[in-house]
C-alpha cells in the first residue's frame, strides 16, 4: 500500500500546480516596461532553442533535454514539475533535472550579486537581470534583496513575468511531444490526439491566474481578506508540489541517477551560464538603465 501511494505523487503534483496559479497576477506584466518585457520573452526563446540544440549535441536524450531546459530558461523545478506528466518523464530524469537545476539556482542566487558588485551594476538592472537569469522564484527574490530594497522589487515582478510564460510554453511542449507519440499509431484520430496533448491542469493554473489579476484589480473582496485567500491557496499549492518532490525523490534509485553520468549536470551548468550571459547583453543591447 505504500509503494501505491507515492505513485500517485503526480495528482498531488498537477492539484498544486492549479493552486499556483492564484500567485500570478498578468497586471505585473506591465510594471517593468516594454524593454524589460522584451528581455524576459527573448532570453526565454533564445535559451530554449539554444539549450535544446547543445543539448541535442551533447547527446542527452529529448526529454532529459526539455527537462534541463525548462528549468533553467523558465521556472527552476516548477517547471521541470509541470513538463514533466506533459512529456511522460521517467522519474529518475525528473529527479536528475530538479537536482541539478536547484544546485545551479543556489549557486547563482550567491553568485550573482558577488559578480554584479564587481560590474558596477545598479539595483534595477541587476533586479532584471536576477529576475531573468537565476532559475526558481524563492531563489531570485532572495538574490535580489540581498542586492537591495529596489533590487529586490524589480526582480520580483520580472520573476512572475517569466512566470506567466510557463504555461504557453508547456502546452507548445506538449503539442509537439503529441506529434511525436501518436505519429505512428494506428486509427488515433487527430481530434484524439490534440486532446491527449493537452495539459488539462494547465487550463486549471490560467483560471486561478485570471481570477488573481482580477481580483487584484476590483473591489468585490475588502484587501486584507483577498491578501489572506491568495496567501493561504499559494501556500496550499507549493505544499502540494512539496508533497509531489517527496514522492519523486521516494521514486528515484541512486544507481539510475549514476547511470544518467554527469553529462546533464555539465549541459545544466553550460546553459545557466549561457542564459547569464545572453540576459546581461539583451539589458545593455536595449539600453535599458
Known sequence: WLDSGVLRYEAALKLGIVFLGIGLSFFAVL?????????????????????????????????????IGVGTAICG???????????E??????AYAIGTISLFGIAAMFLFPMVAKGLGLNEPIFGLWA???????????AAGYMYGEVAGQVST??????????????????????????KKVVGLSKRTRYSKA?????????????????????????????????QN????????????MGGIGLNTRLNSMRQIGARPFL???????????ISLLLIHLLGIS
Not at 77 to 87: E, K, L, M, N
Not at 131 to 141: D, L, N, R, S
Not at 157 to 182: D, E, H, S
Open 267 to 277: 549541459v545544466g551548468l553550460l546553459a545557466s551560464v549561457l542564459l547569464a550571459a
Open 157 to 182: 515582478v520580472a520573476k512572475l513575468t517569466r512566470n506567466i510564460f510557463m504555461a504557453p510554453a508547456v502546452f507548445i511542449i506538449g503539442f509537439w511531444y503529441m506529434k511525436k507519440r501518436f
Open 131 to 141: 529576475g531573468t537569469a537565476i532559475h526558481a522564484t524563492p531563489q531570485v527574490i
Open 77 to 87: 523545478s516548477t517547471a521541470i514539475a509541470i513538463t514533466a506528466p506533459v512529456i
Open 31 to 67: 510594471q517593468i516596461g516594454a524593454k524589460a518585457v522584451a528581455v524576459v520573452v527573448f532570453c526565454l526563446c533564445i535559451a530554449l532553442l539554444l539549450f535544446f540544440f547543445i543539448g541535442k549535441k551533447a547527446g542527452l536524450s529529448e526529454k532529459m533535454n526539455l527537462l
Open 89 to 94: 518523464a521517467e522519474r529518475d530524469d525528473i
Open 233 to 244: 491557496i499559494n501556500e496550499l499549492g507549493k505544499f502540494l508540489v512539496l508533497i509531489a
Open 198 to 230: 493537452i495539459p488539462l491542469f494547465l487550463f486549471g493554473f490560467l483560471a486561478l491566474a485570471i481570477i488573481r489579476t482580477i481580483g487584484d484589480e476590483t473591489n468585490l473582496i475588502p484587501t486584507l481578506k483577498w491578501q489572506w485567500v491568495v
